[in-house]
């Protein structure tokens, strides 16, 4: 087969090749020829600027690159067309990505792009040429990939794109579901698709032919045409030199079709690597099915639209007649067109699921909720029709105020009304009462395409009506198929692409390259015919049946054979699928849980221990949330492949969910062997793995516990190896525990703590205290932070670092927090009006509120029902919390501090947080930890620690608060080294609202003696 395409092969090549050479031959005489005339401000543009900087890129070929450090490509010879007919000379510069280039000409640092698509973001920076070529784009995939025949089979898939490509925006925003990987050129991005790195790339077959052919790559086949369809290709200057764009454009425009066509065959009429039609139309085994049980497909059609499509006699007609009829035939499924009286009528009926199809329709955002849509296969410009004494329009600004009809529900109609809504638009049933009106004057003309505006011109108002203006407006469309069924628009797109441009050519010529004519009636000749013509059809259908019927029963036996076995396999991959984890290939809880049942049956029989460990990746949440969820499910199949390696074939490997994952160990030997196995488990996952590039460090924390020993049923030994494993992470995580009793009693006091704090607020179990923050330079008691506190009946006093984490877990910590907020204006409010002047109360806000709800907002319905201002709450938090978060916590934190908080942040240098990270945030207070403070007077680290914080601190424009301060050493050593503020037991414990009035006036005192030289400063 291969050899027998050779020759052929051969001989276009030899053609391409002489009408090139002829060209090239001709090139200066046309030049020549095609004289331009410029305008006095062009040829003085040309004279000022005789070099023209162009951004070349370095793989887009073969229509822009570099090949060997020299510009090649389209780009290349029609710069040099260009060139030759204007004067101006080109610098090609090189060597950059596209996006920098376009970030070069906006900087003005180049003047012209010779070949990018246009798009609505870059129109705003850029003057764009009109089109000067067409590119067809197409979704490739592996070859060996059968399941991708849509967007919707791409849905949770990669697609690589170049950086700077518009294809990215548009499908971030049509297709939010499919996942997109930047790549930094075209080749890393076909590259990333056969290595399996990505799922799909989307260019057009000539650029994949050049890279396949000149890196010696195979392995990518068409899968199904994008949604860009056809994208026009223009030039586009820089924005301050539209003469440019100008001088440019005319020299574009006299390059004639035969030159055109020559360069065009140089560079993109290469070999075919990758068909663009496959040679027979392969449909996959589910839509084989979807189209038998359907049986029969129902279209609902423009009936008013013709020559496209539209009722003749009762009689379907048109293009779309056409084309449904070449479908039926490939598909082997009768299409039947449902009669409607308007164009609106049949889109109502569509999204009823009256039809299955509307074999034209195009792709608009509205419609999407009810249909899918195929590639484009029909282009059509539109055209508007007036009275033959109208004046002749080009640009909808120059019918802005006018009255124009148009189609009710036709999709440029609502284009036209958001760009251009002076344009006063009437929605009419259907074009025969549109030109009617326009006839009559009450219309200044109709919108609607050309070819349609014609036949119906030619039809019924000839020598009336006139094609006065057609318009830059692209309209493209294709089949839309009822999205409550996905395989059907599958099934068009690989129909639509498997139809040959012979036969797309052959349905044009049938319906636009006709003159409509007043009809003779043959009506006599045309019934004897008729009578003839079916009594040959009915010989011939009985002739088939005869044929047919003794094929019959040997196909349907092997039909049977093959819906057996397909039934086989189905049955199988389903019970697969039933029990083993899609993403990793591991048993599932369910087969997990079946394999532990009859483990622990045998194991009892036996009299033997068996152990099952829970493993939990640390810290993994992080690796999604910075790297992207594909990126997470990598590094999941890779740690499930390391520990698997690990374990012996006897044992289990199963994964929960998530980054959770249960080992079974069966014929223990002694309770030791599994220690051994957790800690070779975690030493594996120690070494770095590599991921889609990325070298990524992980650790997992195990928890280990036996049967029957720690548990004597499934559910309690997952559960306490479980807790076992909770307990390794608050240990340090990277480590496993075993389960232990005491273990459990911790569990079961975590339990009744969660379950008595969501009574808490309620009964009111809850009350605040506040503790004095002492201003060091004016040694007064400056402002106070709130605690709360938590008393219950039968637990006793309960510590907020152990209650609040409880809270943050189980969603509670909003409703406290807001207590907490709401508790601490009250006294505030009650201190102002007894006469005490603090300048704020500190609360302390977990980066859960951040999470949930308007924190912004809630603290301030507070304030106002208090009447304070936003600077009476300061707002505390975490320095963990801080590191967890990065532009989310500056959009929230800057919020807060404008709207008048002061920020500060608790318990610092516990953490891992950087200055230079820190600087960014709007924070206006730093509280080091107690834990540097305590030891201050013994441990030289510690006071340069602190000293190091209060110093960096200062110089960021932030002030400091030390906490825990207990002696007059401390107090001494944080004066010294100029500390803002300080809090702690040296002042004051914290005390209730009733008690702080008091207190403070007793801390202002001792601080007035301190001042003064008294020694004691301690509590009395």
């Given amino acids: 087969m291969l050899k027998t395409r050779e020759p052929s092969r051969f001989f276009v090549g030899i053609l391409y090749l002489c009408v090139w050479l002829l060209l090239l ?43 060997n450090g020299q510009h090649k490509g389209v780009a290349s010879d029609y710069l040099d067309l260009i060139s030759a007919r204007t004067g101006l000379k080109f610098n090609v510069v090189t060597g950059h990505s596209w996006s920098t280039l376009l970030s070069m000409t906006n900087e003005k640092k180049l003047d012209l792009l010779p070949v990018l698509s246009w798009s609505e973001a870059r129109a705003r920076t850029l003057n764009y040429t009109q089109s000067f070529m067409r590119i067809r784009h197409f979704v490739f995939v592996r070859s060996t990939v059968d399941t991708i025949n849509s967007y919707d089979d791409l849905k949770g898939k990669t697609v690589a794109i170049p950086r700077g490509y518009s294809l990215m925006a548009s499908m971030e925003k049509n297709y939010p579901l499919i996942r997109i990987k930047p790549v930094s050129d075209l080749l890393e991005a076909i590259d990333a698709v056969i290595t399996n790195r990505a799922d799909a790339v989307i260019t057009s077959t000539p650029i994949i032919n050049y890279y396949l052919k000149e890196n010696d790559l195979s392995g990518l086949k068409p899968a199904f045409p994008s949604s860009t369809g056809i994208n026009d290709i223009h030039m586009a200057t820089r924005q301050d030199m539209p003469l440019l764009r100008d001088i440019i454009q005319k020299a574009l425009d006299s390059v004639d079709e035969l030159t055109h066509n020559a360069i065009m065959a140089k560079w993109a009429g290469m070999n075919s690597l990758i068909p663009l039609h496959s040679p027979e139309l392969e449909l996959s085994r589910q839509e084989k099915a979807y189209l038998r049980d359907k049986g029969q497909i129902t279209a609902c059609i423009d009936p008013n639209w013709m020559p496209y499509e539209g009722f003749i006699n009762g009689k379907h007609s048109g293009m779309s007649a056409d084309y449904l009829a070449h479908f039926s035939e490939l598909l082997n499924i009768p299409i039947q067109v449902i009669p409607s009286g308007s164009w609106k009528q049949s889109l109502l009926y569509a999204k009823n699921r009256h039809c299955d199809i509307l074999p034209l329709a195009s792709n608009r955002e509205e419609r999407r909720s009810y249909l899918n849509f195929s590639a484009a296969y029909i282009e059509t410009s539109l055209a508007l029709a007036t009275r033959n004494d109208a004046w002749f329009y080009s640009d909808f600004s120059e019918i802005q105020g006018e009255k124009i009809g148009i189609i009710s529900g036709y999709s440029p109609g609502d284009v036209i009304r958001k760009k251009y809504p002076k344009i006063e638009l009437v929605e009419l049933a259907s074009i025969q009462e549109g030109l009617e009106r326009v ?163 045998l194991a009892k029989r036996q009299e033997r221990k068996l152990a099952a460990l829970f493993l939990d990746l640390d810290r993994f949440k992080y690796i999604n949330d910075s790297l992207g969820h594909h990126i997470g499910d990598e590094l999941l199949k890779e740690v499930a492949a390391r520990v698997q390696a690990r374990l012996r074939s006897s044992d289990t490997l199963a994964r929960l969910g998530g980054d959770e994952f249960v080992i079974l160990l069966e014929s223990l030997d002694d309770d030791s062997t599994p220690a051994k196995v957790a ?84 009964k009111d179990q809850f009350h605040m205290v506040f503790q004095p923050i002492i201003d060091l330079k004016s040694m007064e008691v400056s402002h106070a932070e709130a605690l709360i506190r938590w008393d219950h009946p039968e637990l006793g006093f309960v510590s907020p670092e152990y209650f609040i984490p409880i809270a943050e877990e189980n969603g509670l910590i909003n409703d406290i927090g807001l207590w907490v907020a709401r508790q601490a204006c009250h006294a505030y409010k009650g201190w102002l009006l007894e006469g005490l002047i603090l300048n704020s109360v500190a609360i302390n806000v977990s980066s ?114 030390a906490e825990g301060v207990e002696n007059p050493a401390q107090l001494a050593f944080l004066e010294h080294c100029r500390c803002d503020f300080a809090q702690g037991y040296l002042f004051s414990r914290p005390v209730t609202e009733a008690q702080f009035i008091e207190t403070v006036a007793e801390i202002n005192e001792r601080l007035r003696k301190h001042k003064q030289g008294s020694p004691d400063l301690a509590m009395s």
Wanted: charged share 25%.
């Fill in 25 to 67: 031959a001709n090139l200066p005489a046309r030049a020549a020829q095609s004289e331009i005339i410029f305008t006095e401000e062009e040829q003085a543009f040309i004279q000022k600027h005789p070099i023209i900087q162009v951004g070349g890129e370095m793989d887009w070929a073969p229509w822009d690159f570099v090949e």
């Fill in 439 to 601: 006839r009559q004057g009450e219309l200044l003309g109709f919108l609607d395409a050309l070819p349609s505006l014609s036949y119906h011109i030619q039809q019924g108002h000839y020598g009336q009506l006139k094609i006065s203006g057609k318009f830059e407006y692209n309209w493209n469309v294709g089949v839309a198929a009822r999205n409550d069924e996905p395989l059907l628009v599958s099934v068009f797109n690989k129909v639509i692409a498997h139809t040959s441009a012979s036969t797309h050519q052959k349905i044009r010529n049938n319906w636009l390259a006709v003159r409509y004519e007043e009809a003779v009636d043959y009506s006599l000749l045309w019934k004897s015919l008729s009578v003839f013509v079916v009594i040959l059809f009915l010989m011939a259908l009985r002739f088939r049946q005869i044929v047919k019927h003794r094929n019959e029963i040997s196909r349907k036996n092997a039909e049977l054979a093959l819906i057996n076995s397909q039934l086989e396999q189905q049955t199988e991959a389903a019970r697969h699928m039933a029990f083993h984890d899609l993403l990793t290939g591991l048993p599932n809880r369910s087969q997990l849980l079946e394999n532990l049942d009859h483990a622990m049956k």
């Fill in 679 to 762: 800690q070779d488990i975690i030493d594996t996952l120690q070494q770095p793995l590599e991921v889609a590039g990325y070298h990524l460090n992980i650790s997992a924390s195990i928890g280990i516990a036996f049967f029957p020993d720690d548990a004597e049923d499934i559910h309690n030994l997952i559960k306490n190896a479980d807790n076992a494993m909770y307990q390794a992470k608050e240990l340090g995580r990277n480590r496993f525990r075993y389960y232990t009793r005491a273990l459990s009693e911790e569990t079961d006091k975590r339990l009744q703590t969660e379950s008595a704090l969501r009574e808490a607020l309620q």
């Fill in 848 to 961: 859960v509120q951040f999470k949930k709800g308007d924190l912004g907002g809630q603290i301030r319905e507070i304030l106002a029902e208090e009447g304070l201002d936003a600077r009476a709450i300061e707002i505390e938090i975490t320095e963990r919390y801080l590191m967890d978060q990065t532009e989310h916590t500056i959009k929230h934190l800057s919020a807060l501090k404008d709207a008048g908080h002061l920020i500060s942040v608790d318990d610092f240098g516990v953490g891992y947080s950087s200055m230079s990270y820190m600087k960014r945030l709007p924070l206006d207070i730093i509280k080091i930890d107690r834990s540097f403070i305590t030891d201050l007077a013994d441990d030289e680290n510690d006071r340069q620690i602190s000293q190091a914080i209060i110093s960096l601190s200062h110089s960021l424009g932030y002030r400091v608060t």
